[in-house]
């Protein structure tokens, strides 16, 4: 064979070879926008389609775990000293979130549903028994009533009255069953005899257990799959009318259990949460893998709950404008019938560092506090949600010394089955059969 016709026969080789990787990348292409395209057809809510029945009945369990501090030196912080407290828990509650009342609107892009949640206890995920187990805590109901009738002398004379007749204090000790659930308050009853329309009980999650508390309208995704169960308005309203500025009203996003297909990670998804009274976002944080699944982990950053110095959207948050608290911390008192209620992350991680040191037994850190999720790039479906907010009381002003409720997390189940994190570790237990497809 000649010179000549070893470089023609070589130069052949070579082209059959890159029209065979030309080819092989074009039918990859095409295979991939092809399983794309039928993906943004397949995962809407729509009757029938695959993800509908799962969407309405999600069959991976669904756990509630509350954490509380007890408050160890009640009479040593009336008197000036730091408060101490100590981290009680977890009380596990399996919860159950079909969907309600599901009718389809605007030739079928859109759809409307109530939440409502039921929570059974689950003693073998627990600490202890909830109706035995007592906690030292802020008595909530008086220091709410303390605080709406602060401004009036003889309201706040006979409020003071009220609460030496009925022996309550800044602090109560009660059962965390009572405390989560509810019971009948004696100075929020004696309140009630003169102004009926005024609850006397008084539970952090009283009345939310079976109760259709969350109507929602939805889009299904039909028209356009980034659409994929947005929030088009949630209990009548497609804004809010809390805060002070139109940006921080506005419902954006999903309720964070579902996300459109096909996610990037240079996104940032918008979460809509009732119990935060606002909607956050949540920004890509790495590549995970949960049971050999691979997810992009999402967290909200900083900024979320940043004060108006360093996050100048978060002016709207202050109620009244300009009433506004430091890093890491929310006043949602505007949406809590106008109790004291501030909410921060667990143990004020990510908040200014004098709120942790204003109470001994604060220890924020990233692997046992951080809010983040877990989603299924191609699906948008969530692997994992771990979803942590502490609740505060605070009396006139809030300040470090005040003294940390309670805070949960909600944590959903992954595609093959539910985990759970007992005492900051991540253990798996109930495995499920069924892919969960939100």
């Known amino acids: 064979m000649t010179r000549r016709s070893c470089a023609i026969y070589a130069t052949g080789i ?23 395209n039928r993906l943004k057809k397949e995962i809407t809510l729509t009757e029938g389609s ?27 912080f009336m008197a000036g000293k730091k408060a101490v407290v100590t981290q009680v828990g977890p009380y596990t509650y399996r919860e159950y979130r079909p969907r309600e009342n599901v009718t ?23 600490v202890g028994d909830p109706e035995v187990d007592v906690v030292t805590t802020v008595n909530i109901p ?40 509810g019971f009948k308050d004696p100075l929020l009853s004696k309140i009630h005899k003169m102004k009926p329309e005024i609850e006397e009980y008084f539970g952090l999650m009283y009345m939310k257990n079976g109760s259709l508390d969350d109507h929602f309208v939805l889009h299904t995704g039909e028209k356009d799959y980034m659409d994929y169960t947005k929030i088009f308005s949630w209990n009548g309203k497609s804004e809010l009318k809390w ?29 809509f ?29 900083r900024d979320v709950l940043a004060s108006p110095e360093e996050n100048p959207a978060n002016a709207g948050f202050c109620v009244p404008a300009g ?28 908040a200014d560092k004098k709120y942790a040191e204003g109470v001994d037994g604060m220890s924020p850190n990233q692997e046992d506090h951080q809010t983040y999720l877990d989603l299924n790039p191609v699906h948008g479906a969530c692997n994992i949600i771990i979803f942590l907010h502490d609740i505060y009381s605070f009396s006139r002003h809030f300040s470090p010394k005040q003294l940390t409720i309670i805070y949960s997390f909600i944590q959903l189940g992954d595609f093959t089955g539910a985990i759970t994190l007992l005492k900051g570790k991540t253990q798996t237990c109930n495995l499920c059969t069924q892919r969960q497809q939100l």
């Open 50 to 76: 695959r993800v509908f029945d799962t969407w309405k009945n999600p069959p991976p369990p669904v756990y509630m775990q509350y954490f509380f501090f007890n408050v160890s030196n009640p009479d040593e």
């Open 142 to 181: 008086a220091v709410a009533v303390m605080n709406k009738v602060k401004d009036s002398f003889w309201m706040s004379t006979l409020v003071s009255g009220m609460m030496r007749t009925t022996k309550a204090g800044i602090f109560m000790t009660r059962p965390v069953h009572e405390i989560l659930w």
């Open 323 to 350: 009433n506004c608290l430091g890093t890491g911390v929310i006043k949602v008192s505007v949406c809590r019938k106008d109790a004291p209620v501030v909410i921060s992350f667990p143990h004020f991680y990510l």
């Open 14 to 36: 070579v082209c059959a070879h890159l029209l065979i990787v030309g080819i092989a990348l074009l039918v990859a292409q095409v295979f991939q926008t092809l399983v794309q």
């Open 104 to 126: 389809f609107m605007e030739n079928g892009s859109m759809v409307s549903a109530f939440s409502p949640k039921t929570f059974v206890f689950r003693p073998d995920l627990s």
């Open 243 to 271: 805060w002070t500025s139109n940006q921080s009203n506005m419902i954006n996003g999903t309720d964070g259990s579902t996300f459109h297909p096909l996610l990037k990670r240079d996104e940032r998804l918008y979460i």
């Open 273 to 301: 949460s009732s119990d935060l009274c606002r909607s956050i976002h949540v920004s890509f944080v790495k590549d995970v893998e949960v049971k050999g699944i691979p997810a992009y982990r999402f967290a909200p950053p």
